[in-house]
């Protein structure tokens, strides 16, 4: 025999199914627009927003729609996107980064061109001047 408090959260989910578990394209919809609500009050909704959130993540992951976005993300060095992210945050350009040389090497790393990543050394030097550990480039 279920407790009374197990029969209210089915009962709960049945209202709300798309909380466990989406299905379509409204659902999912749906399940962001109740994030938005949830996390205006993130501590009285933290457990709901833990399993919501596994929920959303879990469409966005299997989505045809998020197919190339997934893809893109996949092959995307994180050092790299680091570096991109702080570049945008402090206003740098090419030119602004001579710990990784020249402004063509800087273009070249950032873009991806065979044989030009960062190196430890490269590393090193952006986390002493973001004032961040350099493992954020690995």
Known sequence: ???????????????????????????????????????????ANRLLIEILAVSIERWEDQATEFSDFNAAVAETDRGIAVLKTMMVQHGLGVADLPELGSKGNVSKILNGAEGKKLTRKHMEALGKRFGVSPVLFF
Request: cysteine-free.
């Open 1 to 43: 025999m279920l407790s009374p408090a197990f029969v209210e959260i089915r009962e709960a989910l049945s209202q709300v199914p798309f909380v466990a578990h989406i299905e379509t394209q409204d659902d999912y919809e749906r399940a962001l627009e109740l994030m938005d609500q949830l996390v205006d009050d993130y501590d």
